[in-house]
């Protein structure tokens, strides 16, 4: 059950729309758009009463698994005693170089409610160590942090999504290569998923890539390079990639962007 319209709002449509395909498949029934009254104990049952565009319903269920998201656990810390301000959410408030309101204090993680991964939060360690020890001055980068949700099939994503682009002023392309047109996942016999590219028009430059594939995060670090490292379409298209492998599907997507892979060779030559 889903408050909003669809899986994964903030993600592409082309990603919810691969995910919400993939989960039917497996038989998961999905409810979207649903907003929820109270939870109910009737003996070993869990009764979720909810409303849908109107109509209201009771969910029947063995267990209940709640998505809530997290909080900071910053309440019992005293941080204003020390001159250091946090936001609606008890989240630490820090700029570019990690460092909050108390020019003598940083903070790194979770706790100041960034991209909340482990890797995220090794990365803003390091910088706040070096910056408050170090006195290094070192901005945390973190423009083209890579996002795998472990999920069957994964989703794997990196940079701008089209209308993010659209909103920062690209003038943008998109490619969209449906699964099943890469002989990796044509072999496996999982073929529902997409691989979406992202960039500017005017110069080809690469800008987002997202991925829903088994073993898509296996995928996305060389799209997280391309990214950060500003290649374009072109040089995607340029690069060899093995044939029957997953990262061959980034290859093919750039060369969607204006041709037919249907009737590109075996090896996207």
């Known amino acids: 059950m889903q408050r909003s319209q669809r899986l994964l709002k903030t993600y ?17 029934h999905l409810l979207t758009g649903a907003s929820f009254e109270r939870v109910e104990q009737d003996g070993n049952v869990k009764k979720i009463y909810i409303e849908i ?3 209201k319903q009771v969910i029947e269920a063995d267990e209940l698994l709640i998505a809530t998201g997290r909080t900071p656990n910053t309440a019992a810390l005293r941080l204003e005693a020390a001159g250091v301000k946090t936001g609606s959410r008890g989240e630490i408030i820090v700029n570019d170089y990690l460092q909050t309101t108390n020019p003598r204090i940083y903070a790194a993680g979770d706790v100041t409610l960034g991209p909340q991964f482990v890797y995220v939060a090794a990365y803003e360690g390091t910088i706040a160590a070096a910056n408050a020890v170090g006195a290094q001055n070192k901005k945390a980068q973190l423009d083209t942090i890579p996002a795998v949700t472990f999920s069957s099939p994964a989703v794997a994503t990196v940079g701008l999504t089209e209308q993010q682009a659209k909103e920062k002023g690209y003038e943008v392309k998109t490619s969209v290569l449906p ?12 073929t529902i998923g997409v691989f979406k590219l ?12 997202h991925i829903v594939a088994e073993h898509a995060g296996e995928v996305i670090y060389a799209a997280t390079l391309a990214v950060k490292l500003g290649l374009t379409i072109d040089d995607l298209r340029e690069t060899l990639a093995p044939y029957l492998t997953m990262a061959e599907g980034l290859k093919l997507a750039a060369l969607t962007f204006d041709q037919d892979v249907e ?3 075996c090896c996207a030559g």
């Open 53 to 55: 565009d109107g109509k």
């Open 12 to 28: 592409e449509p082309e990603v919810s729309e691969a995910m919400t395909k993939a989960l039917t498949t497996q038989g998961i």
């Open 198 to 209: 992202v960039a500017d028009a005017k110069t080809g430059k690469l800008l987002g890539v």
């Open 263 to 265: 009737k590109l060779s």
């Open 179 to 190: 699964l099943e047109a890469v002989p990796r996942a044509i072999v496996n016999h999982e």
